[in-house]
């Protein structure tokens, strides 16, 4: 039986090219990027030519690149930097666990964090922005939601936000690589991301820095990355991580396009199962995520009933999956409990086909039926 992914907001399959290039880069490369003699310099043209290709995808310059060891590790280090000289911290309430956690623990700490509501569909409510932001120091807001897709009105809230003189971050792992992403456009002070988002390996990540903000480092040691970030560089995985960002760069129009209309098909069926329902922004969400209402049918034993027949899908964030609570992301936009638990949520990659669009519908239909 061959199997259809379709959790990609978890984890991508990296491509061929990048195993290609960590492949070479730990049979050749292994010279240490901070080392002086020829191995070593050979290693840091790896690295210098991965922090281009990095910079490349965010229309930003390469000195404004920190490798990190993924998303989680960039948005802490952009919280603390964004509030480095004291401050309140103003953020959303749909944020990834990697930013709610994180400002969790500096309100333990004695920092003012405002979390700001979204509407029904998922998208931050401008109109409570403005109030929030006086005398803040930091704002992050969310690209795009991991369990919803829904995309936020970022440049917007950062042209607000500077107008107060307010820092803007970004967590921009799941949109990066999917959506065109422009730092100058967006106006954003730091942006993170994460490599096994968009196809490169696990256990990198970076983020995007303006050039002459003020950082301290969150791991002290050694003078690595511009002594922001000690610690010998994982080079195989930051090749790779160029490699995926130079190839989604490449691609993004065609991929988008044609996930996209895969996207419209799965949803078109999935809709035309009496019940079901869509969550989240009919059009202003990333072009591969699908998350529907399943009345009466508890989101985990639909998943379990599909992963049997060979079709790998989600209840939510991989980063809240061994959690009994219901989204809080579904609650946010004001589902009760039950219904919160009744949904799943379906993710779309450049891998996927027609016919295992067409399979899952199929076999979703029957699994319904079956269990209703």
Request: glycine share 10%; proline share 5%; with cysteine.
């Amino acid at each position: 039986m061959d199997r259809i992914y379709l959790d990609h907001n978890a984890t991508t399959r990296p491509l061929p090219e990048v195993v290609e290039a960590m492949t070479a880069c730990l049979r050749d490369g292994f010279g240490n990027p901070s080392s002086v003699h020829a191995f070593g310099q050979s290693a840091r043209r790896l690295l210098d030519r991965a922090r281009e290709q990095v910079a490349t995808l965010l229309n930003a310059s390469p000195e404004e690149i920190l490798f990190t060891s993924g998303g989680t590790e960039a948005d802490n280090q952009a919280l603390r930097c964004g509030l480095e000289h004291g401050g309140s911290l103003v953020t959303s309430v749909i944020e990834h666990p990697a930013i709610l956690n994180t400002c969790r623990f500096l309100e333990a700490k004695g920092t003012r964090v405002t979390y700001l509501p979204v509407d029904e569909q998922g998208i931050l409510r401008l109109d409570t922005l403005g109030g929030a932001l006086e005398g803040a120091s930091l704002l992050s807001l969310m690209a795009a939601n991991n369990d919803l897709g829904t995309l936020q009105p970022l440049a917007e809230a950062a042209a607000l936000a500077r107008t107060q003189g307010v820092l803007v971050h970004t967590d921009a792992v799941q949109a990066a690589g999917r959506i065109p992403l422009d730092v100058r456009t967006l106006g954003v002070d730091l942006l993170s991301l994460s490599a096994h988002k968009l196809h490169g390996p696990k256990g990198v990540g970076a983020l995007f820095v303006r050039r002459a903000l003020p950082l301290r480092p969150l791991i002290q040691g050694g003078s690595q990355e511009r002594r922001l970030r000690a610690g010998t560089e994982n080079l195989p995985g930051i090749v790779g991580f160029g490699v995926a960002c130079e190839w989604a760069r490449q691609r993004m129009d065609a991929n988008c396009e044609g996930i996209s209309a895969l996207r419209v098909r799965l949803e078109e069926g999935l809709l035309s199962i009496p019940g079901f329902r869509l969550h989240g922004h009919p059009a202003l969400r990333l072009p591969n995520t699908v998350n529907v209402g399943l009345p009466g049918i508890l989101g985990a034993d639909l998943l379990l009933n599909l992963d049997l027949e060979g079709i790998a899908v989600s209840v939510g964030s991989a980063c809240s999956s061994e959690s009994r609570e219901p989204s809080y992301v579904l609650k946010a936009l004001g589902i009760p409990d039950l219904e919160a638990r009744q949904t799943l949520r379906f993710s779309l990659g450049f891998e996927n086909t027609e016919a295992e669009i067409s399979r899952t519908i199929q076999v979703t239909r029957e699994i319904v039926q079956r269990l209703r």
